[in-house]
């Protein structure tokens, strides 16, 4: 069974950086990422990061944004430098499910709240 548990995330003054990670069990994944979903709009991608650790981001994030991944620990991050208020959501962990082609499991989400 695939579980996902994520921590880091907080209040925080515009500005500046939290680290939010997520940890997996049941088995390694090829692809892990991040989502989130602000009050009121849809679940939007964030980040993610393969096996071999190539990395994809949105424009909104990149360049703020950094995301790594243990595979030892089966463990993705996000570094979150230079956050605005507009990066106010839940963020959630997932991770690809190789055979559906998608991403099938998630964690339970962490909320981020950036203050002007």
């Known amino acids: 069974q695939v579980q996902l548990v994520e921590s880091g995330g907080g209040l925080v003054q515009g500005g500046g950086s939290l680290r939010l990670s997520c940890a997996a069990s049941?088995?390694?994944?090829?692809?892990m990422g991040w989502f989130r979903q602000a009050p009121g709009k849809d679940r939007d991608f964030v980040a993610s990061?393969?096996?071999?650790?190539?990395?994809y981001y949105s424009d909104s994030v990149k360049g703020r944004f950094t995301i790594s991944r243990d595979n030892a620990k089966n463990a993705v991050y996000l570094q979150m430098n230079s956050l605005k208020p507009e990066d106010t959501a839940v963020y959630y962990c997932?991770?690809?499910?190789?055979?559906?082609?998608?991403?099938?499991?998630w964690g339970q989400g962490t909320q981020v709240t950036v203050s002007s």
């Open positions: 997932a991770v690809w499910n190789g055979i559906t082609g998608s991403y099938d499991y």
């Open positions: 049941g088995r390694t994944f090829s692809r």
């Open positions: 990061i393969t096996y071999n650790s190539i990395t």
